[in-house]
């Protein structure tokens, strides 16, 4: 099996899927009726990418958990401007792996990060990069 198969076999799930949903502002912001902010409800797929990310993470690559000061050492944004797919064509596993960390993690301070890169196609872009570094 390929180093990182076990995440790049989520290609074509995450292609398909539509991520997750944003669950509707609740309550009127009143002591009776607080007000819920939004949140992001994701797919069980997602769910399960995050859940094996976290694992893979542990198991073969413990660099990642410092993704902060790698990405800051390389001068990466995790941002739509910054993550094209020309940049992203020139990352190492390393840092591919970084960055999805870093979106992930994000999505915990920033809600709805990590959909925003499942929408516009970058999560997918980073998992293909590393398919094509698995190929090399």
């Not at 009143?30 to 902010?37: D, F, G, I, N, V």
């Not at 769910?47 to 073969?60: G, R, S, T, V």
């Not at 401007?81 to 992930?104: A, K, N, P, Q, Y």
């Amino acid at each position: 099996m390929k180093k990182y198969g076990e995440l790049t076999r989520y290609i074509s799930i995450l292609e398909t899927d539509d991520g997750g949903r944003w669950a509707p502002v609740q309550g009127k912001g009143t002591k009776a009726e607080p007000m819920q902010l939004p949140f992001v409800t994701y797919s069980a797929a997602v769910y399960q990418f995050i859940k094996d990310f976290y694992f893979f993470e542990k198991a073969k690559a413990p660099y990642v958990h410092q993704y902060n000061q790698l990405l800051d050492s390389q001068g990466i944004k995790l941002n739509s401007e910054f993550l094209i797919i020309e940049r992203i064509g020139t990352f190492d596993d390393e840092t591919v792996m970084t960055v999805i960390m870093g979106i992930i993690r994000n999505d915990r301070f920033a809600e709805g990060t990590l959909r925003h890169f499942l929408k516009n196609g970058v999560m997918v872009l980073l998992l293909k990069r590393l398919a094509y570094l698995d190929e090399k």
